[in-house]
């Protein structure tokens, strides 16, 4: 089973700032099968990026993701304050979906 | 617009059954492969199940195979997760998700199961 390894645990950074996150593959993962999630208190997750850079529907161009391989990348640019939340990458490959542990963005 | 509804958490004791139902509606429902999530309180997000649109193929996370069945009526456009020798490390608010190539993208608001005695 792939392992998905997020860093930071938490970003404390301030609006306008640029919040970069990284999620690291215990195992080489397609960049097809690579994709982000957003999370904020008491809402379900919204998909984010697939395919490591592919914008979902509505999602501002601020958001960016990138890598191969082993190693992910979700850039937020010019941090708005709904943009404070929790930030999941996601894996899928064969049988198994596996998410990372998640990186708290907060106010700082 | 695409709308996933969660129903069936609630409380129950160790080794009990549970099932909960997701009715989903805005999208033609056979034509999707669908998920369970779970995230158990102040955690992070857990894959639990998935089963393709024909429900000819399912996969489980190891934590829940042999324990939960997912399954899916297509005729009510209704996903179900069957629980079953709940465990209170299987307290947690359960998503149905639809797949799209493999990313989740779109979420029910879930169902929170509580395991206590």
């Known amino acids: 089973e792939i392992v998905l390894t997020q860093s930071p645990g938490a970003l404390s950074l301030s609006p306008g700032e640029r919040a970069t996150l990284s999620c690291r593959a215990s195992?080489?993962?397609?960049?097809?099968?690579l994709a982000w999630y957003q999370q904020k208190p008491g809402q379900a997750p919204r998909l984010l990026i697939y395919?490591?850079?592919s914008r979902a529907t509505g999602i501002p161009d601020r958001f960016s993701g990138r890598g191969s391989g082993t190693d992910f990348t979700l850039t937020i640019n010019r941090l708005e304050p709904e943009d404070f939340a929790v930030y999941y990458c996601?894996?899928?490959?064969?049988?198994?979906?596996?998410f990372g542990q998640g990186t708290k963005v907060e106010i700082k | 617009q695409v709308l996933l509804v969660e129903s069936g958490g609630g409380v129950v004791q160790p080794g009990g059954s549970l099932r909960l139902s997701c009715a989903a509606s805005?999208?033609?429902?056979?034509?999707?492969?669908m998920h369970w999530v779970r995230q158990a309180p102040g955690k992070g997000l857990e894959w639990i199940a998935f089963i393709r649109f024909d429900a000819t193929t399912e996969y489980y996370a190891d934590s829940v195979k042999g324990r939960f069945t997912i399954s899916r009526d297509n005729s009510k456009t209704t996903l179900y997760l069957h629980m079953g020798s709940l465990r209170t490390e299987d307290t947690a608010v359960y998503y149905c998700a639809r797949n799209y190539g493999g990313e989740l993208d779109h979420w029910g608001q879930g169902t929170l199961v509580t395991v206590s005695s």
């Open positions: 996601q894996q899928f490959g064969g049988s198994t979906y596996t």
């Open positions: 805005g999208f033609t429902f056979s034509r999707f492969g």
């Open positions: 195992q080489s993962v397609d960049s097809n099968n």
């Open positions: 395919s490591t850079s």
